[in-house]
């Protein structure tokens, strides 16, 4: 279980590293691009979030076995 923790802590490490960098790509652009480009993160997020989910049912259902 605490394998599962540290997997877990890690994987929310780089998420966390992704949205940062996303954010920096954001404020970089001309102020015209901004809002498109916050909805394709945003969008990317949900799909990440969405991902996250589903592994995290996958491996409930490996445990249970």
Do not use: C
Not at 27 to 54: C, F, H, M, V
């Amino acid at each position: 279980m605490a394998h599962n923790k540290i997997s877990t802590s890690r994987e929310n490490n780089l998420l966390n590293k992704e949205e940062v960098k996303s954010w920096f790509k954001l404020y970089s652009l001309p102020k015209s691009e901004n809002y498109t480009q916050l909805a394709q993160i945003a969008a990317e997020d949900r799909r990440l979030a969405g991902l996250e989910e589903w592994r995290r049912e996958s491996l409930y259902l490996r445990l249970a076995k």
